[in-house]
């Protein structure tokens, strides 16, 4: 059964540490991406990878980081740099292409405590 | 740089009637457009894209879009509206020309079907 997996579904973290959020698809997608959503404001792209060991920083990468070491995986770390950590993320993949859709995980919910 | 509008935050239409959930959009390249669906505290569902040939779009559930160049819209639209319709909607965009693969998201629109 091929899908996007995200874990945990809720996350709760206290202030100042770091959290890393896992994301891992068997869709043999070359493209992953984190987003995150906060009420009325839409996704806004985190960082995105279009190939194994290589990913660029999205719109507001800012206190994130994230790593590509294998084509399934694309574990997202929130730092404590992070000034505002508490939303809700979501993980996809896509084949890549510009004409293809993307395909979401069921996102994690991080609260910061 | 891509950008899309979603002009409604929210859209109330009652069971049975047809809906429509708006979306413009401002590219430098040609539009790739796309609708998803998200239900509460669940990740974003496909409905449609838009990439090239026929102006309307038909989509998973029923539903279809329709692609209009001159007015830069791609307008979600169902015939007859369910109860189970009721979601938050998201229209998106990649400009054909842009050097990334990139997608801009609205803000969402929450649509909500009365019985």
């Known amino acids: 059964d091929g899908g996007i997996t995200q874990s945990p579904k809720y996350l709760f973290r206290k202030e100042g540490q770091n959290v890393t959020l896992s994301c891992e698809q068997n869709l043999n997608h070359d493209a992953m991406y984190w987003y995150r959503q906060d009420p009325g404001q839409g996704l806004r792209l985190i960082y995105y990878s279009q190939i194994v060991n290589d990913f660029q920083k999205g719109d507001i990468a800012e206190g994130y980081s994230v790593s590509r070491e294998k084509k399934e995986s694309f574990p997202l770390t929130v730092t404590s740099a992070q000034k505002n950590p508490t939303a809700f993320y979501l993980c996809a993949s896509s084949i890549s292409g510009k004409i293809y859709e993307q395909f979401f995980g069921p996102g994690t919910r991080l609260t910061v405590l | 740089a891509q950008s899309v509008a979603q002009p409604e935050d929210q859209v109330n239409v009652a069971e049975g009637n047809p809906l429509t959930v708006k979306c413009t959009y401002s590219?430098?390249?040609?539009?790739?457009l796309f609708w998803y669906v998200q239900y509460p505290n669940r990740g974003l569902q496909f409905l449609l894209k838009?990439?090239?040939?026929?102006?309307l779009v038909k989509g998973s559930y029923g539903f279809e879009a329709e692609f209009n160049k001159s007015q830069t819209s791609f307008h979600l639209k169902k015939p007859s509206a369910l109860v189970s319709d009721s979601a938050l909607y998201f229209c998106?965009?990649?400009?054909?020309?842009?050097?990334?693969?990139?997608?801009?998201f609205g803000k969402g629109t929450k649509l909500s079907v009365i019985p």
């Open positions: 998106a965009v990649r400009d054909s020309g842009a050097g990334s693969y990139q997608l801009t």
């Open positions: 590219v430098s390249g040609n539009p790739y």
């Open positions: 838009y990439i090239t040939g026929d102006n």
